[in-house]
């Protein structure tokens, strides 16, 4: 019942910014992590931003101090603002969302279908 979707990807010269919204349908009873990793093709998916519990968040340390993570729990939504981008953080952005739809049931993982984001000239 639960379903993530990307919005706000597109192409943007180096040191331009960008903003990111992954939006949720469907109800939950715990988040245990909600937010971002990417890819680029060819290559492993690895972690850019993500919030955790107690409003904890983690950033990969090529991101840490350009992008912003942040939930809305009225949306409800997590965002991604990214400043001073670089053609490294070129990749497909996707949202991930772990965690139970109800109580003292197992956590599950709901992936986006990604957003492409192209940092160039």
């Known amino acids: 019942q639960v379903q993530v979707a990307e919005s706000g990807g597109g192409l943007v010269p180096p040191g331009g910014s960008l903003t990111l919204s992954c939006a949720r349908s469907?109800?939950?009873?715990?988040?245990?992590?909600w937010g971002w990793y990417r890819q680029v093709p060819g290559e492993e998916r690895e972690l850019v931003a993500t919030?955790?519990?107690?409003?904890?968040?983690k950033y990969a340390d090529s991101v840490r101090g350009r992008f912003t993570v942040s939930r809305d729990k009225t949306t409800p939504s997590v965002s991604l603002q990214m400043n001073s981008l670089k053609p490294e953080d070129t990749a497909i952005y996707y949202c991930?969302?772990?965690?139970?739809?109800?109580?003292?049931?197992?956590?599950?993982?709901?992936w986006g279908q990604g957003t492409q984001v192209a940092v160039s000239s």
């Open positions: 919030t955790l519990t107690f409003g904890t968040t």
């Open positions: 991930k969302l772990r965690g139970q739809l109800e109580f003292r049931e197992p956590e599950s993982t709901w």
């Open positions: 469907g109800g939950m009873y715990s988040i245990a992590e």
